[in-house]
């Protein structure tokens, strides 16, 4: 038998997980142009997708830009793109480019690729 917090633990996360089915998910394409390789850009990304409950990927692309993919809610999707413009304290981003898409996929978590 389970205790009685770990009973209350499990109903919150299923009624978080029904939450979050409940609201539209966003899912963009992004791509970051400035000094934004070799400063921590991707590893940071990860850890604030993560607080944000953010799913999708981000990677190096060859021109030096970064790539970005993020899903999830509007309000998580505006707060990543609003640090994504900033960065971790090395980078120096010129510009973020995103354009909403259209993916059935679910992505579950944020990954650096």
Known sequence: MGSGRTDEFLSRSRKMKKQDQDFPLETLSVRVTGKVQGVGYRASAV???????????????????????????????????????????????????????????????????
């Open 47 to 113: 850890r604030q997708a993560h607080m944000l409950g953010i799913g999708g990927w981000v990677r190096n692309a060859s021109d030096g830009s970064v790539e970005a993919l993020l899903q999830g809610s509007p309000d998580a999707i505006d707060r990543m793109l609003q640090w994504m413009r900033q960065g971790p304290p090395a980078a120096r981003v010129t510009d973020v480019l995103h354009e909403t898409i259209r993916d059935e996929r679910r992505y579950d978590r944020f990954e650096q690729h």
